[in-house]
């Protein structure tokens, strides 16, 4: 065998290990109402407002776990009162992890959709987004978590983009 092709098998063949160990989850933010400029806060009080659909109590506890993670950061917010950041799940579908494993290409893709209302201290609302996260495949299938840690992610993207002071 030529050393080159040696050890071009090999490259392919650890290129598709990675893909298959790699999750693949997206994230994506729809802004309803922008922030204005004026407006920016150093404290934020993390809140779930009641979900429009059914959701494991799991799934919400891990969401409000990444975005404090994501919030309360050296450079990021405080806890707070300055800011509230109102969330609730909108649409779940977790998909099928089976289908995502054994077929892939998308099929048994899972996604959810959690609204984020922004308030200041007076209660009025100052910003409102939807982010979004999404699974189709990984690991094993790829578990649903990924996708959830997506939306926090770019739910405390925005928040530090647009409401948090210099």
Known sequence: MIKGQAFGL???????????IQACA???????NPASSAEKYS????????DTVEV???????Y?????????????????GELTARYRFIQVDKGSRAA??????????GSLTIETVFLNAAGEEVAKIQSGGEISGGFAGGG???AVGKAAKQT???????????
Not at 64 to 80: I, K, P, T
Not at 156 to 166: T, V
Request: aromatic share 10%.
């Open 26 to 32: 997206s994230g994506s933010t729809t802004v309803l």
């Open 56 to 62: 494991e109590s799991e799934l919400s506890d891990y």
């Open 144 to 146: 649903f978590q990924e």
């Open 43 to 50: 404290s934020i009080t993390i809140e779930a407002a009641e």
């Open 100 to 109: 995502r494993y054994f077929v892939g290409l998308g099929a048994g893709k």
């Open 64 to 80: 409000e776990a990444q975005l404090r993670e994501l919030l309360y950061v050296e450079d990021g917010f405080g806890e707070g």
């Open 10 to 20: 090999k490259g392919i063949f650890a290129a598709t290990i990675l893909l298959l």
């Open 156 to 166: 405390a993207e925005y928040a530090k983009s647009n409401l948090l002071a210099p």
